[in-house]
C-alpha cells in the first residue's frame, strides 16, 4: 500500500485550517517518515508524537502550528 504526507495547519484551537498532500506517493512508510524529518528540521519545536503517530512543529511565523500525518492510499 503506498502512502502520502500530508500537512495541517492548525489554529489556537487545534482546528484544520489548512491541508497540503505532497502530490506523488510514497512506496513504503519509512519512506514518507523520512520525508517528513527532512522538513521539521527547517521548524521550531519539532518532535514526534508516538502515542498519536504524527509530528508537530510551529511554522516559521512563528505563530502557526503544523502537524504532520501520514496517510495509506
Do not use: C, H, N
Amino acid at each position: 500500500m503506498p502512502f502520502q504526507v500530508v500537512e495541517l495547519k492548525l489554529d489556537a484551537d487545534d482546528k484544520v485550517i489548512d491541508r497540503k498532500a505532497i502530490p506523488y506517493p510514497y512506496p513504503q512508510r519509512l519512506d514518507a517518515v523520512e520525508t517528513i524529518e527532512k522538513l521539521i528540521t527547517r521548524l521550531q519545536k519539532a518532535q514526534y508524537e508516538a502515542e498519536r503517530d504524527y509530528w508537530s512543529a510551529i511554522a516559521k511565523d512563528g505563530k502557526t502550528r503544523i502537524k504532520f500525518i501520514i496517510e495509506g492510499l
